[in-house]
Structure formats: structure tokens, C-alpha cells
């Protein structure tokens, strides 16, 4: 019996899988778990029950049956059709089964329109199952038996989730038209029939044409030289988990940052993203001395038009960057340490299903700290740590306690709906936490140890602890418990006794704020030289809610706030706008919000707006103006706060 009580308190084999509940999702993928990489102590990956009934290892969120079958690599033949807002081609997908009668293979896919289905040029039976609004349809395959590969020729839908279809004027250009698409969480299979399953991975290869003159991208090798003509070859030789599947196709240019970094994008924005982010190289660096070598040949960064609803996402060896970040002074280049800690955290050790989704970004964000202090400093880790601590405890106070805990419950929930600071930022305290406790040097080595023991492997919560137990915690039984780490991962809150960041700098905003609000300073007379944007976000984020007309004039006569440059800090200046009703900041919120579409950004400011029938009738107004423009995750996300 395991030290870590409920969590292996039975063992469910999958055929007795109907013992759990398994809430509404009608057919999820039930027999995962020996997908999933195991450590010495392989029992920690059978299908383990917690007393919540949730199997780890299942992957509640795809229909695909790769333990009876499994794509191993796929050939992707793909036009890029912008009349019609289609994907058009063909997908081979090779396949290998567990056992030799194994002939069904489970596909997904969402709003696909599948026009044949192929064994060596003969057609072969398939079909569409029922449609799940969060999944999509299962599509459902008979193979010859001893078919090894199939071929599913398809088209995308002008609405696919996990593409975004932009028309010149929604480009920094204004002349080419540009398409991106974005696979995480579920997304994939809107634009590929396949496994999307983040413990699937293939390897894959791609044509891509486009018109002429624009060139495609994908999550792969890509040759800077390459000759424009519209038909484009990649290959990414590493196996990867489907999300990370991504192809963009615009008028790109690229410029080199340093040996394995650089940059593309759209030619007005070339020059500044490549100073904005040339620390990038370093930082690759740093990384690889840290945590080992980096498998991924290059790193190049894409820098995306305002549209894209993250900041950042990382697609292997061409991370995905919304131009929301190139402020000029690199205040907030943290996105690209996070995206590129991904090639660690997340690309080379994976989560093995949505619910672990905090393995990859809990780490990532713990090393996404790490990172920024050794090229920046400790001060300025110190700043970002705080700002990070406070998003957490406000996520902690908004939420439900269910949402709170690390290795999250997503049983019958789209993981869209339920994106928040909880795996980012309490998986990072988490991990500082065990640095703290037994030292730096020691848990970097472990960190170092673990990218190495299951790279390019997809690991689930149970996989980790059963490792932190062959581990750390007979390394250091005095330093660690397995009831603390318990508690870290299953309970919700921030636990009692948690690494509390401090900064120094920050300890002088408040006394300074402080003094603004009783009046004894102007804000005319606060010196703001030296201020950078951590300054300004700590300065603003803490204001008491509710301000006078008269005080938030002040403010914006003395620093100009309304026209800050600075989206992060117009972010925090909005907010508190929209909070007291202070009209003078109305026409650069409207504007914000319609030239925006990263989430982070607009979200909190829809969900503000609706509070009041006013502020709500305003909300729709710039919501119907946006909508052409954002993203179907961005209208998803919003909608709900306009109607
Ligand atoms: N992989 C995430 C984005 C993501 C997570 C997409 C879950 C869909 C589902 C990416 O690495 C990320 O975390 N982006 C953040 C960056 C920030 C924390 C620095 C973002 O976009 O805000
Ligand atoms: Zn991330």
C-alpha cells in the first residue's frame, strides 16, 4: 500500500472501468493508462482511483482508442484554401496495434467534413459517430487487418475552433491575408482527424501550399532560406503529443537572433520583435546549463497579429507570441522564458491528460522564475514572483474550491472553461516549496534527473509522486513528507506555511500608494523615474477598489495612464476604470478591446463591464465590433458576458 492513502486506495482495471463514475461525456477514451509512461514503480500507472472516482491516466477529453491502436506518425497533405476559410487534403496516419485483431481505430474530430477514407487507394468503411459540444465526433475506421497506414482525405470547416482565418485588414501589413492555428487544449482535431491525446505522440511530416506569396510554419524544422513559392515540406523527426501540431501561413519574414534563435513575423514588426526578445538566445542557454540539453534543434519564435488568444503558446522548435508583449523596454520578455521552459516542461515531459495540465505549467512557471533571475536578476524575480503570488491568491479567493486543486477533476468540463492561475502558479510554489526545503542545487539536479528519466514521454500526477517517492523523498526523509505533498496536489487553497514572496521594491509602492490615498503626497510628486512596468502593475493592482472621480483624474493627469503604451499596465488602468465608472478612460478601453484578442487581456475587462446594465450595453457594442476579429476560443470565452 502507498504511503499517500486515498489516492491508492483501489485499483480498477479497465474493464471494470463502468465501477467509476464517469459523468457525461459519452464515450471517453477509457483504456489510456499503459500509454502512459511509468516509473519503476509501474503500479502507480494502473488505473488508480481516487475516492472521487477519477482513473488516472484516462483521458476524459478524446474519444481515441490508442491502446487497442495507435498512430505513430502522420503525413499531412494540406492546402490552404483563403477564399473559402478550408483546409483542404489529406492525412495518412500510420498505425500500430497493441494486438493483431485490433482493426477499429477511434479518430477525433470536430467539424470536419471526412470525404474518404483509404487503405493503398481503396476505399474503406467508416463513420461518424454522435456529436459532444466540448469533443466533437468520433470517427470510426475499420481497417483491412494488417493495414499499417490509412488515409483520410478531409476538408476543415470556415468556423474550425483551432483556426483563425484573417483578412488583410486584420494584419500589420494590411495586404496578405494570414491564418494561425492554436491546438491546445482540444483543438487539434478540428483541423487533423486523429488521436488528440496529449499521451498519443507521433512524429510527423507536411506539405503545405499556400498562395504564392506567403510563406507556412509549422511546429517543426523550418528552413529560414527557404524560396517563396507556395509549397512548403517539414518534418519533425521527435515525437509529439497532437496539441502541439501548429501551422501559420502569412507574409513572414524572418530574422536570426542569435545561432539557434530567431524571429518571424509580419515585416512591420520584424525589427522590434528581434530586439525586443534578443535575450531569447541566452536564455536558451541558461536553460540548457540548468536543466540539460535542449532536443529540439532550433528555437525560433512567431510573432503572431493581435488576434491570438494567448500570450504565448509553445510549438515545438516556433513558439507562438502575441505582439501584445514587444513594449519596447523588454518588461514583459518573461512570456518568452515561459514558452521556451516548455521545451523542458511540457514538450520533452508531457501531461499525460488535461487534469495534469499543472505538470506542464507548474513546472514551467517554476522554471520560467528561475530563468528570469539568472538573466535579469534577483530583483526582478523577486517583483514577478509577487505578481504571480497575487494572482494566485486572487484566483484562490474567485474560485471554487474544486478548481483550487493542482491535479484538477475535468470529468464532463471542456478544459477551455477552466483555464486559471491555479496550475501556473500554486504547481510553481509547489516546487519551490521542495527547492526551499532541501536546497537548490540538490533540486535542480532532481529537475535535470526527471527531463531525463521521461523525455518524450506523457506522465501522469500519480507518475510524479511515484517518482518524487523513489526519490526525493528517500533522499530526504527529514526535508520532505508525503502527506505535504498530498496536500500541495489534492487539497485546494494555498497551503498553510507555502513560500510567501517578498520584494523590497514593492514594500516602498505600498508605502507610497499609502501615502497617495491619505493625501499626504500628490501623485504629481511621486517619483516614477525609475519605476519599470513591475512597479507600475504592483502600484495599480493593489489600489483599493472603489477611488474617487477626483483621485483617478489625478492619477491619470500625473502619468498619463489612459495612454500608457504598455498593454499590461493599460490592462491594470482599465480595470480600475471600469470598476468606478471613470468615463474619460471609455474611448481607450473600446479601443483596447477591439484591437485585442488575447483572453488575459479582454476577459477580465468583459467580465467587469457586465456587472452593470450600462457597463454591459458598452461591452456589447465593442464585443459585436471585435467579433470578426477575435478568435471562435476568444468569442467563446466572452460571449457569455455581452448577451
Ligand atoms: N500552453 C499555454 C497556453 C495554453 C494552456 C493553451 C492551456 C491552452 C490550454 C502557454 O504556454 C501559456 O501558458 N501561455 C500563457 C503565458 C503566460 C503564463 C506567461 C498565456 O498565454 O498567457
Ligand atoms: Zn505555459
Known sequence: MKKYGLLATFVCAPVLFACSDNTSLSSPNTENEQAVASTSDSSADAAKHTDAGIASGVDYHSFANPNEIRVTHLSLDLTANFESKQLVGEV???????KPENNTLVLDTRALEIQRVSVEGESVPFEMGETDPDLGTPLTITLPSAANSVTVAYSTSPEASGV???????????????????AQAVHARSFIPLQDSPQVRVTYDATIKTPESLL???????????????EYEFNMPQPIPSYLIALAIGDLEFKAMGERTGVYAEPALLESAAKEFEDTEAML????????????????????????????MENPRLSFITPTVIAGDKSLVSLIAHELAHSWSGNTVTNATWRDLWLNEGFTTYLTYRIMEMIYGHDRFKKEAVLGYQDLENDVA???????????????????????NIPYEKGALFLREIEHKIGRENFDAFLMQYFKDFAFKSITTD????????????????????????????????????????SDAFTKIDDTRSAWLSGDVKAADIETAQWTVHEWLYFLNNMPESLSEAQLAELDSAFSLTS???????????????????????DRLYSYLVSIGRNKLVKPLYRELSKTPEGKAFAKRAFEEAKPGYHPLTVKANEGFVN
Do not use: C
Open 216 to 230: 507556412a510554419v509549422m511546429s517543426a524544422s523550418n528552413d529560414p532560406t527557404t524560396e517563396r513559392d507556395g
Open 564 to 586: 500608457t503604451k504598455n498593454n499590461e499596465i493599460a490592462h491594470s488602468w482599465l480595470m480600475i476604470a471600469v470598476q468606478n465608472n471613470y468615463q474619460p478612460a471609455y
Open 285 to 312: 542557454e541558461v536553460t540548457e546549463e540548468t536543466y540539460g540539453p535542449y532536443q529540439w534543434d532550433r528555437y525560433d519564435l512567431l510573432i503572431l497579429p493581435p488576434s491570438f488568444p494567448f500570450g504565448g
Open 164 to 182: 483563425q482565418w484573417l483578412t488583410p485588414a486584420q494584419t500589420a501589413g494590411k495586404k496578405h491575408p494570414f491564418l494561425f492555428t492554436q
Open 398 to 420: 474567485a474560485l471554487e474550491e474544486n478548481d483550487e486543486i493542482l491535479a484538477i477533476d475535468l470529468r464532463g468540463r471542456n478544459p477551455d472553461d477552466v483555464f486559471s
Open 463 to 502: 507518475t510524479f509522486i511515484a517518482y518524487l517517492d523513489d526519490t526525493l523523498l528517500k533522499q530526504y526523509p527529514d526535508q520532505l513528507d508525503a502527506n505535504r505533498i498530498h496536500t500541495w496536489i489534492f487539497e485546494p487553497g494555498i497551503p498553510e506555511g507555502a513560500p510567501h514572496p517578498e
Open 92 to 98: 495518412t496516419l500510420d498505425v500500430e496495434r497493441t
